[in-house]
């Protein structure tokens, strides 16, 4: 899953025709190439470290075992690793989205306050329409209001979605007094709930206890990077999506309508943020006003470790989903692990470590990727 | 000869240690996921249930392990994944205080599916399949919080209530507990519109009492449901006993305004037993089979007093392992 980059387009002089042989073209594969090493790094660092534990009478390796690895890895990054797609795609047209969280709440708010009011067991082919257009409709206008502020008012997008986070997350405040849905008694219907987002099936086994699997947040997960990819790179919107993050200024002259590109990837990125909110709303049967708080954090650091340039013009789907699972294997791991013996001192281990973590992750992420840019540019001075 | 005799020896010491070692006491794991680490009454109830699994571990004859997975803030859908984690990590029981007891019921209906005994402590979550709950019944409590409010005034004046969030059903309980105990007192009344509420923040809430006391200045009492503005440094600005004030817990920053004479009663919820009691609950049913006597254990609220606020204080030494 290799895509073009905007430093290939530019050199081409038109934006959006990739040249298919230029050396850049190797170096999204590779990072990709190299996210799945250090996830097999990490793998085999978190499967060693790990004490074995005794669940129900048998003793696994408490990393290593399909009920850790799906439940708690794969599944819950679902969500995380669909909004990281947005997000890339936002960074590659070269802008940021920092309001995915409160998009992401309002999304799943919205489903939760609809979907009330349905009947437990309401007929499937009413629920499912209803569950999947409100919060893709909720997601795609928190979008294109942000696409809109940002074209329009020309102001640095990092200011205009700081302002829309603040707002969409006052407006999910306001519009939902009693903070959690569904309220009192109600409960969502069955159709959505249990026979679909979070539908469980159970594979007994001989000598361990039953493995219980909720495989449908993933499946959507698998769809958004299928469709992802082939929105970046097989698509002309997705070229001149690297065309715009690579060279503003050099796209424009190439007649691209920028306006629009730029109003399309913030779009994009709500219609995400709003999937995710229809797959958590579908997973845990609920939202409440604090739903997606600081999501916007664990996104964007995704984004970046998966290969998104925050200078815009680089990233990929695929690399979005990898960025997320290493982020979900560290939070993992943190869990885990609980202590580190180094040598005469034991570091023990909590859910805060996981923020310094993924601070870190960011910068390491932007510093390689700086690094990279800086090697590149040299190599490119060379060849001329 | 002696050669011999010193191997045998050392091999029956050896045996006798892998004997003992091989009759380890039984290890139970029980999991901890109250609402935040940042609240000095979770870090009590941390507290609690470490002293419960060294205390009660050895009496029932097994090795309590606890398992703190606590998110660092407030955060339903952290809560659920550490659920869920537990009971897939072989966690036997799970205390959990729900943040959103809708958001936490999926995953706690799971756990018990898995195997785990679950059940909730301090915020619960009535509609899942929890064992039991273990907490403070949020009517009763506003019914004490005004009859203690009506001793201190000699049953006459008008009073007010700081409420908090006007949704959270719990809030909403103690206001009622309040308005019934109220409806008591012939000589005692209610402002008109004098339910406040506020932001659950320190400050907010100080700044909501105090913005009501000077507007309304006829308030001669007020019934604090949840001691937010005492968490700050002089949040009432009357002075001490013009206007009598009783409020709902009793942490180390709450004291003070009993010592200064602001507040004349603070009612002291049991969060170091939320983890204490919590697990002597689990390891009567895990080991003992035993289920609790009902499916609400309501927590005893301590009133707190100048009588008894230095001796109080000292349980918060013990809780926060001062």
């Not at chain 1, 794969?74 to 947005?86: E, K």
């Amino acid at each position: 899953m290799s895509q073009p980059t905007a430093t290939e387009t530019n050199a081409q002089g038109s934006p959006a025709v990739p040249a298919k042989r230029f050396r850049g073209l190797r170096m999204p594969r590779m990072q990709e190439a190299g996210l799945l090493v250090v996830i097999l790094l990490l793998g085999l660092l978190l499967t060693f470290a790990a004490e074995p534990i005794n669940v129900r009478g048998h003793t696994v390796n408490n990393f290593f075992r399909i009920d850790n690895i799906i439940p708690n890895v794969a599944t819950p990054m679902s969500w995380m690793a669909i909004m990281a797609i947005g997000g890339t795609i936002v960074i590659v047209g070269g802008g940021i989205d920092i309001s995915v969280g409160s998009i992401f709440g309002m999304a799943a708010l919205g489903t939760a306050a609809v979907l009330q009011n349905f009947s437990p067991d309401a007929s499937p082919w009413i629920v499912l329409p209803v569950a999947i257009i409100v919060p893709l409709v909720i997601g795609l206008i928190c979008g294109l209001i942000n696409g809109a502020l940002v074209v329009g008012l020309r102001m640095h997008p990092f200011i205009v979605t700081l302002g829309t986070l603040s707002i969409f997350r006052g407006i999910a405040l306001i519009s939902v007094p009693s903070k959690s849905l569904p309220y009192g008694d109600k409960s969502l219907p069955d159709a959505f709930i249990s026979q679909f987002m979070s539908w469980q099936f159970t594979i007994q086994r001989a000598n361990a206890p039953p493995l219980l699997l909720q495989p449908v947040p993933m499946i959507v997960m698998l769809l958004c990077v299928i469709a992802g990819w082939i929105f970046l790179n097989h698509t002309v919107w997705g070229r001149e999506t690297y065309a715009l993050g690579g060279n503003e200024e050099a796209s424009r002259f190439s007649g691209l309508p920028v306006s629009l590109i730029k109003l399309r990837v913030y779009a994009l990125c709500g219609l995400a943020a709003g999937i995710a909110g229809m797959v958590s709303t579908g997973y845990f049967g609920s939202a409440n006003t604090a739903t997606g708080e600081g999501y916007e954090l664990v996104v964007i650091a995704a984004a970046v470790v998966g290969g998104a340039s925050l200078t815009g013009g680089r990233g990929s789907a695929l690399g979005a989903v990898l960025g997320a699972l290493i982020i979900k294997m560290i939070e993992n791991g943190i869990y885990i692990l609980k202590e580190i013996k180094l040598g005469v001192v034991t570091l023990h281990l909590s859910k805060e470590y996981s923020k310094i973590i993924i601070g870190i992750a960011i910068i390491v992420a932007v510093a390689v990727d700086r690094l990279s840019e800086y090697f590149r540019t040299k190599r490119l001075g060379k060849t001329k | 000869m002696r050669k011999l005799t010193t191997v045998l020896s050392a091999l029956l010491i050896v045996a006798v240690v892998a004997t003992v070692h091989g009759a380890e006491k039984k290890k139970i794991t029980i999991g901890l996921v109250v609402k935040s680490q940042s609240n000095p009454v979770f870090q009590a109830c941390y507290v609690g249930a470490k002293d419960a699994a060294k205390e009660l571990g050895p009496k029932y004859g097994v090795e309590v392990v606890i398992d703190w997975q606590t998110p660092p803030d407030e955060d339903a859908q952290k809560q659920a994944e550490a659920i869920e984690q537990l009971a897939r990590g072989g966690a036997q029981a799970i205390a959990v205080s729900c943040s959103d007891a809708n958001t936490c019921t999926p995953a706690i209906n799971k756990a018990i599916e898995l195997g785990s005994v679950v059940m909730c402590c301090d915020s619960d979550a009535p509609r899942s399949k929890r064992m039991c709950y273990y907490g403070t019944d949020d009517y009763s409590c506003g019914q004490r919080v005004m009859e203690e409010l009506a001793k201190v005034m000699d049953g006459k004046g008008t009073i007010a209530i700081l409420a908090g969030n006007q949704t959270a059903p719990n809030l909403q309980k103690r206001v009622q507990g309040v308005k019934d105990e109220l409806a008591k007192h012939p000589g005692m009344k209610l402002l008109p519109d004098g339910v406040f509420h506020n932001a659950e923040t320190p400050e907010q809430a100080a700044e909501a009492i105090n913005t009501a006391q000077s507007t309304h200045p006829e308030i001669e009492g007020w019934a604090i449901i949840g001691g937010w503005p005492l968490f700050t440094k002089n949040a009432l600005k009357w002075a001490p006993g013009t206007v009598k004030a009783v409020s709902v817990d009793a942490l180390p920053a709450q004291l003070g305004y009993i010592r200064s004479g602001h507040v004349a009663t603070l009612y002291g919820q049991d969060c170091y037993g939320w983890g204490y009691k919590s697990v002597e609950i689990l390891l009567n049913k895990l080991v003992k089979g035993e289920n609790p006597p009902q499916e609400r254990v309501i927590d005893p609220l301590t009133r707190v007093t100048r009588e008894n606020v230095d001796e109080f204080a000292k349980n918060w030494d013990k809780w926060l392992k001062k």
